[in-house]
């Protein structure tokens, strides 16, 4: 292999993993929009539940 393609690869392969976890991608299976359209929401409520205990536990 050569090297550009092996630092390719450990470039990519975090970024896979890190976003293996996302609803997004995990629902995209069912279908493109409706995949991403429900990965989006549950990843909002995500974002908003973290944004509220930032504001009640460290401000």
């Known amino acids: 292999?050569?090297?550009?393609?092996?630092?390719?690869?450990l470039l990519l392969l975090p970024v896979m993993l890190m976003l293996?976890?996302?609803h997004t991608l995990f629902?995209?299976?069912k279908?493109?929009?409706?995949?991403a359209k429900?990965?989006?929401k549950k990843d909002w409520e995500g974002l908003k539940k973290a944004d509220n205990w930032l504001k009640?536990?460290?401000w």
Do not use: F, I, P, T
């Open 20 to 22: 293996s976890g996302c």
């Open 38 to 40: 429900e990965g989006a």
């Open 27 to 29: 629902n995209s299976s």
């Open 1 to 9: 292999m050569s090297v550009k393609k092996a630092s390719l690869l």
């Open 31 to 35: 279908g493109a929009y409706e995949g």
């Open 56 to 58: 009640e536990n460290l």
